[in-house]
């Protein structure tokens, strides 16, 4: 296998050849490396010792990464790109499950059959709205993959990292150092208990002493876990001579850990510090000047002074002066003492004395003459900068409306003796119906609308069509549905029409012989010459009410209303009132 290191993100990566074993595969999980399937390596997310350690025992020495921080950005965005896909057509497919679904609620007429739609209907529509979350979600990862590579390339963002390099490796400096005090101190020839103690005081290293190899007797401390040095010495469980040899093993690798961190940071700064050279931007690691502080002026007033007060904007404190020597001011808490801007071209000491804020006045220092105030300095405003434009929103990769499936209504209506009828049917009989233009239309049993929305609107704006629905639910939904259509509320059976209409339609209920009595008040509100098209059931009762005085009588094929949720053989019938 091979391991390469690369100083661009700063990580390790191992390249198995083969299958780890058990053992060996906890132990780089153990390490810190974390197992990226898509690419099939290991990934340490930081260099340390001991992952490059883990590394090299098993690929040898480390090797320089092959490809760049912007070529690996835009292999996982790509990656991240194929998710967004998947995810997406997912959720198209959980939206067509979702029309699917609406059109099979469209004819419940079974109240546990409806739960059942609606449940799945809600399923469906919240799988739907989170496929959809979840594309987005790959889809900005995949923009900030390569976004985040190409901001740590930028040279601001390069001089800050060494920068940052820097004060790590100064950190690691520190710590060996203050490691080799300890070990020179613990090293002394003439060590002993006290003067152990005393060094185990300030020297904080820890370490467990189990009794089989530090044997104590009581009354010395039978605790075995971990315990700082000053507590074993002072218990009475170790020697001066077991807690030199436990703090100079400690600290010597501590020692040698900060060389190896200082190595690896010596090598990430030849490497940062010359990319920030090929981009010419050297001069972001220089430090920034500080600013020039006015110079202290020591003169007397004496009446004191109005100082515009530093946290009360537009308000002044009044300072009077105080006299005293340079050996008196010195004397005096440092946090008590400071400076005060006079009139932006000078400052003048400051003291706290006693409870009162006042200005000093030295007596034994070369006395100043009051400087001039400074003219106003004018801050120029700043040009305003370019600022490249949003990159534009890739179009969603969704074929339907995510915020309107969201506030989709889920409820599922449910009315007795509702078997809407099918699509074919439905345009066969507004076929045999004829409807003219300035036609008025009757649909006594509205339902869910099958009917309405296969006569479409040839008879809009000089015709009307009127619809009446018994259950309530249904009638909103055919308001909401058909805003052209005038619907009532109520039982057919018990509405007295305002007019004679010229069309009539209807699928009536059948339970019980209730279409013949339908169908007979609804011939009662046909115009002369007005055309009934119906449906009904296809039985002898029927038959010998209607047949004789159809013009069309076509018996349906069986299984025509099957799913709508009925086996009942139906018959479809047209019939013109004479004059």
């Not at 990464?65 to 967004?84: G, H, K, W």
């Not at 090293?187 to 060094?199: C, E, F, G, Q, T």
């Not at 889920?410 to 076929?431: G, K, S, W």
Request: hydrophobic share 40%.
């Amino acid at each position: 296998m091979k391991a390469t290191y690369s100083p661009d993100d700063n990580k390790i990566r191992i390249y198995p050849d083969e299958r780890l074993d058990p053992t060996t595969y906890a132990e780089v999980r153990a390490a810190g490396f974390i197992w990226a399937p898509r690419q099939e390596i290991f990934v340490a997310p930081m260099w340390t010792p001991e992952r490059a350690d883990m590394a090299e025992s098993l690929a040898g020495p480390l090797q320089d990464e092959d490809t760049s921080l912007v070529e690996r950005a835009e292999d996982r965005a790509e990656r991240f790109e194929t998710y967004s896909d998947k995810r997406a057509a997912e959720a198209n497919r959980a939206a067509e499950s979702v029309q699917d679904l609406t059109a099979a609620a469209a004819g419940q007429n079974n109240h546990k059959a409806a739960q059942r739609v609606e449940k799945k209907l809600k399923q469906s529509i919240n799988r739907a709205v989170s496929l959809f979350e979840t594309s987005e979600y790959w889809t900005q990862r995949a923009a900030g993959a390569v976004r985040a590579a190409k901001y740590k390339e930028r040279p601001d963002v390069r001089a800050r990292r060494i920068k940052k390099i820097e004060a790590d490796k100064r950190k690691q400096a520190r710590t060996a150092a203050d490691s080799q005090k300890f070990l020179d101190l613990w090293l002394v020839n003439n060590l002993d208990m006290k003067r152990a103690v005393a060094i185990a005081n300030y020297d904080f290293i820890s370490a467990c002493f189990p009794l089989a190899e530090y044997p104590r007797d009581p009354p010395a401390s039978q605790y075995k876990g971990s315990m700082s040095l000053w507590s074993a010495l002072t218990g009475a469980v170790i020697t001066h001579e077991q807690a030199r040899d436990i703090a100079t093993s400690a600290h010597k690798r501590i020692i040698a850990r900060c060389a190896l961190w200082a190595a690896h940071y010596n090598n990430r700064l030849a490497y940062e510090k010359a990319m920030l050279g090929e981009q010419g931007a050297t001069d972001l690691l220089k430090p920034k000047e500080r600013p020039k502080q006015p110079p202290i002026c020591n003169y007397r007033l004496p009446d004191g002074i109005d100082i515009p007060a530093k946290y009360r904007r537009g308000e002044v404190d009044h300072f009077d002066q105080v006299e005293m020597t340079k050996e008196e001011y010195a004397k005096i808490y440092t946090d008590y003492k400071g400076t005060r801007m006079i009139d932006g071209s000078h400052r003048i000491r400051s003291a706290v004395v006693g409870r009162e804020h006042v200005v000093v006045f030295l007596t034994d220092s070369k006395v100043h003459p009051r400087p001039e105030p400074a003219a106003p300095v004018e801050v120029p405003c700043p040009e305003p900068t370019y600022r490249a434009p949003r990159e534009a929103q890739a179009p969603s990769k969704v074929s339907f409306d995510v915020e309107a499936l969201k506030n989709r209504e889920t409820a599922v209506p449910v009315a007795d003796q509702l078997y809407p009828t099918p699509r074919e049917i439905a345009e066969e009989m507004v076929d045999l119906l004829d409807i003219q233009q300035d036609s008025h239309i009757l649909e006594p049993s509205g339902g869910t609308g099958a009917l309405i929305g296969a006569l479409g609107a040839p008879w809009y704006p000089v015709g009307s069509l009127t619809t009446i629905e018994i259950n309530n639910r249904l009638a909103d939904q055919l308001r909401a549905n058909f805003p052209l259509t005038k619907v009532y509320n109520t039982d057919f059976l018990d509405w007295q029409a305002p007019r004679l209409y010229d069309r009539i339609i209807m699928n009536p209920p059948f339970n019980g012989g209730a279409d013949i009595k339908h169908i007979n008040h609804a011939i009662s509100m046909l115009a002369p010459r007005g055309v009934l098209v119906a449906l009904c059931a296809n039985g002898s009762r029927q038959r010998a009410a209607f047949k004789a005085k159809a013009e069309h009588w076509e018996n349906l094929p069986a299984g025509s209303f099957k799913a709508a949720g009925t086996s009942v053989n139906v018959a479809l019938m047209m019939l013109r009132k004479e004059p």
